[in-house]
């Protein structure tokens, strides 16, 4: 059974980048053809999908984010990562990662970092 | 993109009520809809996938129906526990996934 985990620095100023990285355990990114990804959820408000890297390397991104955001995958290390740029307080959300087979419901999810954007 | 309207936002209801909650997609996404329980301070938990699919390890009062563009979650029974936020998502297309709004089931 897969384990994720997210990890960063959970206080960034405005105007900096965040960035965050979720390290996949009990079995190997590369064995699974999933869709990994990262959800945020503002505080108090809903669940939206920042974006996605496939295990290929393909990503995908939501559109409203696409300017800002760069997501990876280093299969060496067993982990996908998250860097948003030019972040505001709108930015300020719990970051899950998580992953999905392609047609397949999310079924691995991280516990969820907050990562609050102030000065 | 395929947008996933959920209605409605929120909900009371009382131990052992009976409760349906509806999400409507954009466009035909066949039967790629799951559901999703969230309580506070935790990741989402899956419900059911594939529209009507029951998570093994979550109690047969939750059951999901529906195809196309129109899908229900429903719960015969309120339980206690069941009191949280419920989210429909639709995985026919490519990421970014899209999630319906929410609704948030409070007891009356």
């Known amino acids: 059974q897969l384990q994720l985990q997210e990890s960063g620095p959970g206080l960034v100023k405005p105007s900096e980048t965040l960035s965050l990285t979720c390290t996949v355990s009990?079995?190997?990114?590369?064995?699974?053809?999933?869709?990994w990804g990262w959800i945020r959820q503002p505080p108090g408000k809903g669940l939206e999908c920042i974006g996605n890297?496939?295990?290929?390397?393909?990503?995908y991104y939501n559109p409203s984010l696409k300017s800002r955001v760069t997501i990876s995958v280093d299969t060496s290390k067993n982990q996908f990562s998250l860097k948003l740029t030019s972040v505001a307080a709108a930015d300020t959300a719990v970051y899950y990662c998580?992953?999905?087979?392609?047609?397949?419901?999310?079924?691995?999810w991280g516990q969820g970092t907050l990562v609050t954007v102030s000065s | 993109d395929i947008q996933m309207t959920q209605s409605p936002s929120s909900l009371s209801a009382s131990v052992g009520d009976r409760v349906t909650i509806t999400c409507r997609a954009s466009?035909?996404?066949?039967?790629?809809v799951n559901w999703y329980q969230q309580k506070p301070g935790k990741a989402p938990k899956l419900l059911i996938y594939a529209a009507s699919s029951l998570q093994s390890g979550v109690p047969s009062r939750f059951s999901g129906s529906g195809s196309g563009t129109d899908f229900t979650l429903t719960i015969s029974s309120l339980q206690p526990e069941d009191f949280a936020t419920y989210y429909c998502?639709?995985?026919?297309?490519?990421?970014?996934?899209?999630f319906g709004q929410g609704t948030k089931l409070e007891i009356k």
């Open positions: 890297v496939y295990y290929s390397g393909i990503t």
């Open positions: 009990g079995g190997s990114i590369n064995s699974f053809s999933y869709y």
């Open positions: 998502q639709q995985s026919y297309s490519t990421p970014p996934d899209t």
């Open positions: 466009q035909s996404i066949r039967s790629y």
């Open positions: 998580a992953g999905r087979a392609p047609f397949g419901p999310i079924d691995y």
